[in-house]
């Protein structure tokens, strides 16, 4: 991948997670990286080409992220641990999680960009669910119900929370997070 197109796919994140996806332009960009607009469309045709690329480099960044943890030999906790530590840097960053700042507008997107935002949460989901259930079975983790139900309601209450934080500058968003680690705990 060149390195132009790695900046534009990296500031294009950066303003889907700090402004919102409808709210940039290719001017944004073109104007922060000091190029014209040709140069944008000539590695991204159109925004939406711009939005389904950000949301399949999450999704790479997810998997290896998860690689790593298991080739390190994380238990479910510290995976756990880990990826709620995502969110708390976003929240001391300014920043949204991409399902957060791009759900909302969902129904703008390019159908491209729906179905890897899609494939991308059912990636999460179907990890979390199963990182639940094995840590519910070696005891390491504590709760009620259906695994995936209960990988709903956490993921769901990251991104929640994320978006409210933005909006109740009182909210210590860490410590948010550890009651909801120290919720799942045996």
Request: one cysteine or more.
């Amino acid at each position: 991948m060149s390195l132009t197109r790695e900046k534009i796919i990296e500031l294009g994140e950066s303003f889907i997670l700090t402004k919102g996806y409808n709210a940039f332009s290719y001017q944004d960009i073109s104007r922060e990286l000091g190029m014209k607009n040709a140069a944008i469309h000539y590695y991204f045709p159109s925004k939406a080409n711009l939005g389904t690329s950000i949301v399949r480099t999450n999704i790479q960044r997810f998997e290896e992220m998860v690689e790593n943890m298991e080739t390190r030999g994380f238990s479910e906790w510290q995976q756990l641990e880990s990826f709620v530590k995502v969110y708390i840097k976003s929240n001391r960053e300014g920043k949204l999680c991409l399902l957060g700042s791009l759900g909302p507008d969902f129904a703008t997107l390019h159908e491209n960009t729906q179905k890897e935002l899609k494939k991308m949460t059912d990636i999460i989901l179907n990890w979390l669910t199963g990182l639940l259930s094995a840590g519910r079975n070696n005891t390491v983790f504590s709760f009620h119900g259906d695994a995936h139900h209960y990988a709903v309601r956490f993921l769901s209450d990251l991104v929640a929370s994320l978006q409210l934080s933005r909006v109740v500058s009182s909210m210590d968003y860490k410590a948010y997070c550890n009651t909801l680690l120290e919720g799942l705990k045996p």
